[in-house]
């Protein structure tokens, strides 16, 4: 069985141990992992019986998958710290939001086989989206390790590299968009009279049963939304005011925001 590194051992990187483990992806004794606050991985080695290592060195020398998941703005050094201990057999998977494939291979060198990974937080409850493409020297074996590792955290989809960025601003960040709603649905819940006490359940099971309405109907959104609104109705009412408001327009703006900071974290880190 493969031995599979992660290196970060934050919410993400934990989300993968425990959802491979659960799968029966790697064997615990298979799985090493490190962070840059040591105690960090410690405590997520004891919990999930997997070995905790000190260096991002010594975790890529041991796996036959090495799974960055650090914050993009220090991909770079973690590059330069594993480099002596990349070889050709080795398959290189990043999450880090940004950082492209070429980025990676041109630090690690020797035809390093690099999938690039966008996944979400809803992975921490096995509901990802997840993106995956390949790197120039990756083959389609890697894309299928890649795929069977993150389908234990949801959905996985595969793009062409140049739509990664879009795919981050889009369910990268998404899961924040509908955070923000959430908080503003409850507060205005409570300003209409509800309880601060039922507000926030109540809120949490619209969302999450028109989620599941959106996933498992054959319709789109735009006819559920439709078949939601009644004609001088209450919705009706509520989705004039959205409109009214720039409800569209400012999504557009928010999904473009995100993708030129997308961008940018990329040019800053390649420099």
């Given at each position: 069985m493969a031995q599979i590194g992660i290196i970060g051992a934050g919410n993400m990187g934990a989300a993968i141990v425990r959802g491979t483990l659960?799968?029966?992806?790697?064997?615990?004794?298979?799985?090493?992992?490190?962070?840059?606050?040591?105690?960090?991985?410690?405590?997520?080695?004891?919990?999930?019986?997997?070995?905790?290592?000190?260096t991002a060195f010594e975790v890529?020398?041991?796996?036959?998958?090495?799974?960055?998941?650090?914050?993009?703005?220090?991909?770079?050094?973690?590059?330069?710290?594993?480099k002596e201990a990349v070889e050709r057999s080795k398959l290189i998977i990043s999450i880090a939001a940004g950082i492209t494939t070429?980025?990676?291979?041109?630090?690690?060198?020797?035809?390093?086989r690099v999938v690039r990974v966008m996944p979400n937080t809803p992975a921490l409850v096995g509901a990802g989206a997840t993106a995956i493409c390949a790197g120039s020297n990756a083959v389609d074996n890697d894309l299928d390790e890649a795929e069977k590792i993150f389908a234990a955290l949801g959905k996985v989809y595969r793009f062409d590299e140049t739509l990664i960025d879009a795919v981050t601003?889009?369910?990268?960040?998404?899961?924040?968009?509908?955070?923000?709603?959430?908080?503003?649905?409850?507060?205005a819940a409570i300003e209409v009279g509800?309880?601060?006490?039922?507000?926030?359940?109540?809120v949490a099971q619209t969302l999450f049963g028109a989620s599941k309405l959106l996933m498992e109907s054959s319709d789109t959104a735009a006819t559920l939304r439709e078949k939601v609104t009644s004609p001088g109705g209450t919705t009706e009412a509520a989705l004039a005011i959205f409109a009214d408001r720039g409800f569209e327009q400012s999504v557009l703006a928010a999904v473009k925001g995100a993708l030129l900071r997308a961008k940018e974290l990329g040019g800053v880190t390649s420099k």
């Open positions: 659960q799968r029966g992806l790697f064997e615990p004794e298979n799985v090493a992992l490190c962070d840059v606050i040591a105690e960090k991985a410690h405590v997520l080695a004891r919990e999930l019986h997997v070995r905790a290592l000190e890529t020398r041991e796996a036959s998958i090495v799974l960055i998941a650090v914050k993009p703005q220090v991909m770079g050094e973690c590059l330069e710290d594993i070429g980025f990676i291979e041109q630090r690690l060198g020797k035809d390093v601003a889009v369910s990268g960040s998404g899961p924040a968009y509908l955070f923000l709603f959430a908080e503003s649905l409850q507060e509800l309880p601060e006490s039922e507000a926030p359940g109540l």
